[in-house]
């Protein structure tokens, strides 16, 4: 681990030749290959043992490669993370709004990961599932990767209660509680997600909290764990959530614009310990922005192309 990075793993082609420099431009070209050339002079690229690895090395095919990403021009975050919880074997923090679980796109060093591997100095730390990096509120981390199955197990059983809050307009003409079922499926769109015919994949329990004029504060439980789900039910009732920039239509704020964030924060987390059979209650300490003042609610009724 380097400045709270863990590298990214390559395996070479079997049939690799020429040098490593060649050889992972050919395999990897979203790096260029003069950008390769400098992440080895600045000894990014190591072998399986460590060592660092240069330029005009012989590749050998099958040979496992690390490297370290870094991004030149990273935007740093103006928001705080929060360590709620932390024992040998979990850690729960609250994540803000805008920022990544993990590192992605622009983000590697402002990412919540990296952010709590160097403030804390944990090699190991893995996120147990993720949330997207414009909700707010809860996630679970695994400290060390001989436990990190039996936690995974929690989500893949859906043993672990998941509660959502968030603020969308007030669906009069709806009945709640309410349960929305429906297909979903990755959209042209690789980054958003829709509903099509078909059996059911994705399933979310729905309530009221409150209600305050045009708008209201939602509880939302989802029992699976599709990408976005939260987001694409919501839209396909006609009750897309405040400020939300995928749903119903893309309407994505310029970089460094933090005035709309998504009203949707991971409210709380409940299990039993598979270790210790302890009764884990952990809940986010972030707020949305409640009461919505001076705003009016958007027309409702049903989402298309959601």
């Known amino acids: 681990m380097r400045d709270g990075v863990s590298p990214s793993c390559v395996v070479l082609p079997a049939a690799a030749q020429g040098s490593v420099l060649d050889a992972l431009a050919q395999h990897l070209p979203a790096v260029s290959k003069a950008q390769w050339r400098e992440r080895m002079q600045a000894g990014d690229v190591v072998d ?14 099958g040979e496992r490669l690390f490297y370290y990403r ?23 923090a609250d994540k803000p709004h805008f920022m990544p679980v993990t590192p992605s796109g622009r983000y590697v060093q402002q990412s919540l990961l990296v952010r709590l591997k160097r403030q804390l ?13 414009d909700t707010a509120g809860i996630v679970l981390f695994s400290v060390q990767q001989g ?13 672990m209660a998941k509660e959502y809050e968030a603020v969308a307009p007030w669906g009069s003409g709806l009945v709640f ?24 994949n994705s399933l979310t329990l729905i309530d009221v ?42 309407n994505d704020p310029p970089e460094g614009d933090y005035s709309r ?3 949707l924060l991971a409210r709380s987390l409940r299990f039993t310990d598979p270790l210790t059979q302890q009764q884990h209650f952990f809940e986010s ?20 192309g959601v």
Do not use: N
């Open 177 to 200: 509680p309410r349960e929305h079922r429906s297909r979903m499926q990755e959209a042209t769109q690789f980054f958003r997600m829709e509903e099509v015919p078909g059996e059911p």
């Open 121 to 133: 100095g944990l090699p190991e730390l893995s996120p147990l599932h993720r949330i997207d990096r």
């Open 70 to 92: 870094h991004l030149r021009d990273e935007p740093e975050l103006p928001f705080a993370h929060q360590v709620l919880y932390q024992d040998k074997h979990l850690l729960v």
């Open 285 to 304: 300490r972030l707020r949305l922005q409640w009461p919505v003042q001076g705003c009016a609610a958007p027309a409702s009724g049903a989402a298309t």
């Open 48 to 61: 399986a043992h460590g060592q660092p690895l240069t330029p005009s090395q012989a590749a050998q095919g």
């Open 209 to 250: 909290l409150e209600v305050e004029g045009p708008w209201a504060r939602y509880r939302l439980s989802p029992v699976s764990g599709k990408r976005h789900q939260l987001r694409v039910h919501m839209a396909a009732l006609g009750l897309p959530l405040r400020h939300d920039p995928f749903y119903p239509e893309v």
């Open 147 to 159: 436990t990190r199955g039996a936690y995974q197990a929690l989500f893949r059983e859906r043993s």
């Open 261 to 263: 964030p998504l009203q």
